[in-house]
């Protein structure tokens, strides 16, 4: 039986508390000041990082950090101010006053009241009772591990392990005290295989409750490096093409910010205003859900509880992402969107576990049933390739030319161009192998997707 609190767990019930009496401290100065409301938003966070080459430690980071930010309400304005040490409370509101003072348009923007939470299933850390020098041995034994896949390994460029924490806390003067806490960890790898003059590279990785996988992590790594090889572009043309779940979740994450109400208010998505039309294939449903265990959180960061919702059901618009504040001005309610860059940023919108709702079929079974197409496996420069705004892409990709159902050869030099909403309405099939990216503060995934009249550039007639 224990007869007290450890050390550690006394140090931070201390450290809790400090914090707790600091914002109430900051919000009454803020009410006797002559404000309309305040609120505190305090965001913590620690990582490890190890990273080794040649069986050494190549890269090593521990660190850790704090940051406080206040909101005031003023006159029908809000002004912020941000610290990372708690002291001279008057000062430090007298900053987020002066801020609200300068500012020349009214911003109205709600604060969330106290509401109940639901209940959050902690995910799988398989890292989480391990200390440094067993994080170390781990990193060390996945570059071992990727080097006896194959022969032709010629280095291994990148082999890391992170795990990460952070705690996110937010206090109003309507009442509102809310806490959060999230903990994740990763290894990745990147291994470089030479064969007959070529260098081609392949990554992996597994997080959370899979991160002890090194064995299957080096081996996808390395197999997505050998497929590279012996690639020729193909002729320019519509092609039939699936885009493996990978390079769908790439794709949904680039356009990501066009289902944001905040852009859709200023005139920077193609969505506004489209609730209820059909923007996709009937087989397509696209959900953000915040309480999706991969990546589960209780309330958005303005501390509106979590809600799962089907961005895109069937096919048809159903609802733009909003907070607070978009919610207000559209006459809906938030849908648990609200997102901040820091503790001391004001509140935008952020997606939380974003993807395309699986239906069924593996990989395999698509690429039979595609007959003759493309199988996209990978972006190159994305981001600097789609318009957000518009919609518009044009993308160099790589993948696997597929013949009679049957995986042929690599493909490079390519380039996929189009328009994300007629992509979505040219999906004719969505397969069941559902994966989500690197964990992060928010994670896209996908299903593979098959896609109808493709339009690929090429060189030449690639060799076909």
């Known amino acids: 039986m224990h007869n007290g609190l450890d050390r550690e767990h006394k140090a931070e019930i201390k450290a809790d508390g400090r914090i707790k009496e600091y914002a109430h401290r900051l919000m009454t100065i803020a009410m006797d000041r002559g404000c309309d409301g305040a609120e505190v938003c305090v965001n913590e966070s620690d990582e490890f990082s190890v990273g080794v080459l040649e069986d050494e430690v190549d890269d090593y980071t521990v660190s850790s950090s704090f940051g406080l930010g206040i909101r005031v309400q003023k006159d029908g304005r809000n002004g912020y101010a941000y610290t990372e040490a708690m002291d001279d409370p008057e000062g430090f509101v007298e900053e987020a006053i002066d801020n609200a003072e300068t500012v020349k348009s009214e911003d109205i923007h709600p604060m969330a009241e106290p509401a109940e939470y639901p209940e959050i299933q902690k995910k799988t850390d398989a890292l989480k009772d391990m200390d440094e020098s067993e994080k170390i041995e781990l990193c060390k034994a996945l570059e071992r591990e990727t080097k006896r896949c194959d022969g032709r390994v010629k280095r291994v460029a990148y082999c890391k392990v992170v795990t990460a924490g952070g705690r996110f806390c937010i206090y109003n003067t309507l009442g509102l005290r809310a806490e959060r806490s999230d903990r994740v960890s990763c290894c990745y790898v990147e291994p470089v295989l030479e064969d007959k003059g070529q260098m081609r590279d392949g990554f992996a990785f597994r997080a959370d409750g899979e991160a002890l996988d090194i064995a299957g992590c080096a081996r996808e790594a390395v197999d997505e490096a050998i497929a590279a090889m012996d690639p020729a572009p193909v002729a320019p043309g519509k092609y039939d093409i699936i885009l493996r779940n990978d390079a769908m979740a790439s794709v949904l994450g680039a356009f990501a910010g066009m289902f944001s109400a905040d852009a859709a208010q200023k005139g920077l998505s193609p969505l506004a205003g489209r609730e209820g039309e059909d923007i996709a294939a009937e087989c397509v449903t696209l959900m953000d859900d915040p309480l999706y265990p991969i990546n589960p959180s209780p309330f958005d960061d303005e501390g509106t509880p979590s809600v799962a919702k089907a961005v895109i059901k069937d096919g048809k618009l159903e609802t733009l992402l909003h907070n ?141």
């Open 324 to 464: 607070l504040k978009t919610a207000k001005k559209a006459g809906v309610k938030s849908t648990s969107n609200g997102g901040r860059s820091s503790a001391g940023s004001p509140v935008g919108v952020r997606i939380t576990n974003f993807y395309i709702a699986p239906k069924e079929g593996t990989l395999g079974q698509l690429i039979s049933e595609l007959g003759d197409g493309l199988l996209i496996t990978d972006f190159s420069g994305l981001h600097a390739g789609v318009n957000p705004v518009s919609g518009k892409f044009s993308v160099l990709c790589k993948g696997r030319l597929i013949k009679d159902g049957r995986d042929v050869r690599a493909v490079n030099e390519i380039t996929l161009s189009g328009d994300f909403t007629e992509l979505l309405r040219s999906i004719v099939r969505v397969g069941g192998d559902l994966r989500f990216s690197m964990p992060g503060g928010s994670c896209v995934g996908s299903p593979s997707v098959m896609v109808r009249g493709a339009m690929i550039s090429g060189r030449g007639d690639g060799g076909q």
